[in-house]
């Protein structure tokens, strides 16, 4: 299983990018999916999953400005960020509950990462 993460990159503040993460491999099922974020000095800390029945969570520093969504086919995830600001600098994980086995509960797995630059 691999999630790729993309839509990284340096913007200034106010402005907004779109991250995405695709699910590959051996998936029998997913549950949650969403996005971390590590900031240099900082504790990983939530931004934002999505269940596969669209319930949906936000952290506090984010709520309002943030937009998570799933696709379709329950595989990719996407992350619309608005009005960007200088503390939402750091790396943006992707994570997923995903099955592999029928026989094994879901567990989670986690993507390598895309870099968010918010230039003041």
């Known amino acids: 299983v691999q999630l790729q993460a993309s839509g990284g990159g340096l913007v200034q503040t106010g402005g907004s990018l779109i991250l995405s993460c695709v699910a590959s491999?051996?998936?029998?099922?997913?549950?949650?999916m969403g996005w971390y974020r590590q900031a240099p000095g900082k504790q990983r800390e939530l931004v934002a999953t999505i269940s596969s029945g669209g319930l949906i969570r936000y952290g506090d520093s984010v709520r309002g400005r943030f937009h998570i969504s799933r696709d379709n086919t329950g595989k990719t995830t996407y992350l619309q960020m608005n009005w960007l600001e200088p503390a939402d600098t750091g790396v943006y994980l992707c994570?997923?509950?995903?099955?592999?086995?029928?026989?094994?509960?879901?567990?989670?797995?986690w993507g390598q990462g895309t870099l968010v630059t918010v230039s003041s």
């Open positions: 994570t997923a509950q995903i099955r592999t086995n029928w026989g094994r509960d879901h567990r989670d797995f």
């Open positions: 491999g051996r998936i029998l099922g997913i549950n949650d």
